[in-house]
């Protein structure tokens, strides 16, 4: 019998919870709603105060209520998960109500909602940039704040996730055999990220891409490729010491060496079967010249023949037969 009539009176208690909201929603009077309101979200009941205090911004308008529906609607969000909103309205109070003593914490909880709002390294990231932006604002707006006091360690760890989906997206072209284009990114990440704490890994990634690039090389840039590599080598080598990466990098610069030994031998095979080839291309020439200049003497008698039989047969034509001549007996 207790049984059922807890039942009963829990039954009841909800029907009447429903009967005020259902009635809050419906009604046109600002303090009912407003009392309301207050009621679902002192009960953390997050989804029925947004209902009703996004029914009163226009009733509460000009009067003492309105920062609190303001602010209440933004936490009420900000608890519900709806961070971009939250970011908004929080942002929107410090703008509408510059005097209220929750300025601060209104600006602090608009950069904090961004800071929820920032997702996953491997999704977009432009909460994350956004979200910085209002952390660096609000510790310059407030810098001796005790809420100020976090605001550093949140935007270095936002930084470290640009940092890492700048260095994830630069190792694929590696992973694909990419390495120019590896090399290339991982440069302008270090450019992007001056301070980032990847240094070692990408200064890692740059030496293999460099090492790869210079030994698959064409016979054209091999040496300038094999040179680079070693140089970068030692810079690694220089620069990360007594670590693995200084290990890595001395081993590869042992290869690179070597192979600019073995590059050597073949740039003198190579340089003497050039020599070889332009003798042999210039005693052609010289060959071909000597014909040539033989053809052309030939020619040249053959013309000069040619030229004097003419001469010849135009002296013919030109002298006049001898006349008859008659003798007269005296």
Same mark, same amino acid.
């Given at each position: ?55 009163? &911004?226009?009733?509460?308008? /000009?009067?003492?209520?309105? &920062? ?20 908004? %309205? ?10 209220? &003593? ?14 929820? /709002? ?17 952390? @660096? ?10 809420? !100020? ?22 190792? @694929?072209?590696?992973?694909? /055999? ?38 698959? !090389? ?22 990360? &010491? ?24 073949? %740039? ?19 060959? @071909? ?24 047969? !135009? ?7 001898? %006349? ?7």
């Amino acid at each position: 019998m207790k049984k059922y009539l807890s039942l009963l009176m829990l039954s009841v208690v909800l029907l009447s919870c429903k009967t005020e909201m259902d009635r809050a929603m419906k009604s046109a009077d600002k303090d009912f709603i407003l009392k309301v309101a207050n009621e679902k979200f002192a009960k953390k009941k997050w989804a029925d105060a947004l209902a009703l205090y996004d029914r009163l &911004p226009n009733l509460v308008a /000009g009067t003492d209520d309105a &920062p609190n529906v303001v602010f209440n609607s933004a936490y009420a969000n900000y608890y519900d998960k709806n961070y971009r909103l939250a970011a908004n %309205q929080f942002k929107n109070f410090t703008i509408s109500f510059p005097q209220d &003593p929750r300025k601060e914490e209104a600006a602090y909880l608009s950069a904090l909602c961004y800071y929820e /709002g920032s997702l996953d390294y491997n999704l977009d990231q432009s909460n994350t940039e956004s979200a910085i932006t209002e952390l @660096q604002n609000f510790l310059n707006e407030y810098p001796d704040s005790e809420r !100020s006091k976090n605001i550093t360690q949140l935007i270095d760890e936002l930084s470290y996730k640009l940092e890492f989906k700048a260095y994830e997206n630069a190792k @694929q072209y590696f992973k694909m /055999g990419e390495y120019k284009a590896a090399s290339v990114a991982f440069e302008n990440v270090l450019e992007d990220f001056p301070a980032t704490k990847l240094r070692p890994k990408i200064y890692d990634i740059i030496l293999k891409s460099k090492y790869e690039l210079a030994v698959n !090389s064409i016979y054209d840039l091999k040496k300038e490729r094999l040179d680079a590599a070693a140089a970068y080598a030692k810079r690694v080598s220089n620069d990360l &010491p007594n670590t693995d990466y200084a290990k890595t990098a001395n081993d590869l610069y042992t290869k690179l060496e070597d192979e600019k030994v073995k590059f050597a031998k073949v %740039q003198e095979e190579v340089e003497k079967r050039k020599a070889e080839y332009e003798a042999k291309v210039k005693d052609a020439e010289a060959k @071909q010249n000597e014909k040539e200049e033989e053809a052309q003497e030939k020619n040249q008698l053959s013309l000069e023949k040619a030229a004097e039989q003419t001469r010849r047969d !135009s002296a013919k034509i030109n002298t006049p037969e001898p %006349q008859a001549t008659f003798k007269f007996k005296r």
